[in-house]
């Protein structure tokens, strides 16, 4: 199977074009012919290639990478981030999973936590979850507002748009400054998440995996979706797109995602520093002496 068949553009929330979840992106969509064994060609060789260009983007040290990560629960961000990154150098790269705000976190305002945890230029950095958090959950939920502590005055009837206006310009920002953003949201269906919470259940090893908040949070489905695609309509941007990968099938989901890092990155044009004539020359006096011991 090769890789070079499957557009990525297929996936993309092309910005200014509003989009729906469920009808435009079908969660269950599979890549034809992909057989185990020749997913699991497909990653390995995709995986290798990411390897290869992290070397090259920490030797040529100018950009960094920022991969965000969302999903309703039981998509498989986890297990995605686990088999696409499995290449990578952990020197290189830190994964940062994003929680309820602690105390500290809510004495602050909602980027600076995140803002924390950039990548350095050179390196990977992957948010298991994010910001996004601020347009998603806290919508659902808008009593967490309370939490933050806001002042009166920003709470307007403008306030989602104000956030994903705030949040699209510390993207721009980022990205003016040589970080890139991937922004990758895995699209499960709601049968595919009662499945998954059922396996979760029924089979010891993955209890911990589920609680009873998993279940309270499967009654507001349907709202998420809606304010998922609101965030994606409003925050889809030429700088900073989404795309939107079906989660259904993570075989397809896994290979998706890493061709969606790998064309992202190959797209940054990396190449190791040429070094200067007088340090090539040092070069060879170093391998001459180190020849003649």
Known sequence: MKMKDISINEFLAKPGKKIKLLSDYDPKYQIKGLTPELAEQALRESTEKIAKMQGKLFAQDVYGVLILFQALDAAGKDGTIAHVMSGINPQGCEVTAFKSPSHEELDHDYLWRCARKLP?????????????????????????????????????????????????????????????????????????????????????????????GDLQERKYFDEYVKVYEDCINNTSTKWAPWYVVPADHKPSTRIIVSEIIGSRIKDLNLHFPKVSKEASAALLKARAELETE
Request: proline share 3%; hydrophobic share 35%; no cysteine.
């Open 120 to 212: 350095e230029r050179g390196r990977i950095g992957i948010f298991n979850r994010s910001y996004y958090e601020e347009v998603l959950v806290v919508r659902v939920h808008p009593e967490m507002l309370k939490r933050q502590k806001l002042p009166k005055e920003v709470m307007t009837k403008t306030f989602w748009k104000d956030r994903f206006d705030q949040i699209n310009n510390f993207e721009k920002y980022l990205v003016d400054n040589g970080i890139e953003v991937i922004k990758i949201f895995l699209n499960v269906s709601k049968n595919e998440q009662k499945r998954r919470f059922l396996k979760r259940i029924e089979n010891p090893e993955k209890n911990w995996k589920f609680s009873a």
